[in-house]
């Protein structure tokens, strides 16, 4: 069966620091790789997605950047983390010609 | 572009009534997909369940059902008898066909009790 592990589960950075969140499937092969962040308001908002190694599409211009290494791992990145990155991160996976995703267990960051 | 609204922010219950979740959408694909998820205390969102936009079947699932209606643009989540284990936010999410992104509503805080 396909897991995805997504870690580490809370984090709490200084502004200014920067930021690798991490996020790997397993039991799949070439899937679809997703990056979420859901704000306080609890609306969940697609930041980037990738449907192949090195293939990266971002959804609003932000602070952040991801980078997908290998098949089934996808990084989150920040060079400098901002206050209003603060969140939750949730990482999603979906198989080849499907629609529907399933997330890890999210990342709460807290940038201070 | 996609839009899913979920009008309700909160729902309060008590144990075993029965609670509806609204959600309206837009889309211009002709087919399009829609899903309900739901968000435990614990953060993660687990998937209920699928629909494709041209199967407008209802669909219950033990105490879940669903109620698709395309002329409405509407894509309504029952619990029968609800339970504290259902405490939850819920949403409702929507994609293309050939557009692997989901589109999700707000969410729905649903609170049950005892």
């Known amino acids: 069966s396909q897991t995805i592990h997504q870690w580490p589960a809370t984090l709490v950075q200084p502004v200014g620091s920067p930021l690798s969140l991490e996020c790997t499937v397993e039991?799949?092969?070439?899937?679809?790789l997703y990056w979420y962040r859901q704000a306080a308001g609890r609306g969940l908002q697609l930041l980037f997605y990738?449907?192949?190694?090195?293939?990266i599409s971002s959804e609003v211009p932000q602070n952040l950047s991801a980078s997908r290494p290998q098949d089934r791992q996808f990084i989150l990145s920040s060079k400098k983390l901002l206050l209003s990155d603060s969140g939750f991160y949730l990482c999603?996976?979906?198989?080849?010609?499907?629609?529907?995703?399933?997330f890890g267990q999210g990342t709460r960051l807290t940038v201070v | 572009a996609q839009k899913v609204t979920q009008a309700q922010t909160e729902i309060s219950v008590v144990e075993k009534e029965d609670v509806t979740l609204d959600c309206v959408y837009e889309t211009r694909d002709t087919t399009y997909y829609l899903f309900w998820y739901k968000q435990p205390p614990s953060g993660e969102l687990v998937f209920l369940i699928r629909?494709?936009?041209?199967?407008?079947q209802n669909e219950i699932s033990g105490r879940y059902s669903w109620n698709f209606q395309k002329s409405t643009s509407s894509f309504n989540f029952t619990i029968t008898a609800s339970q504290v284990v259902d405490s939850a936010v819920y949403f409702c999410?929507?994609?293309?066909?050939?557009?692997?992104?989901?589109?999700f509503g707000a969410g729905t805080t649903v609170t049950v009790r005892a």
């Open positions: 990738s449907v192949g190694i090195g293939q």
């Open positions: 999603a996976w979906s198989a080849t010609g499907e629609t529907e995703a399933f």
């Open positions: 999410a929507l994609s293309g066909a050939n557009d692997y992104k989901l589109s």
């Open positions: 629909r494709n936009s041209f199967d407008e």
């Open positions: 039991g799949t092969s070439n899937p679809n």
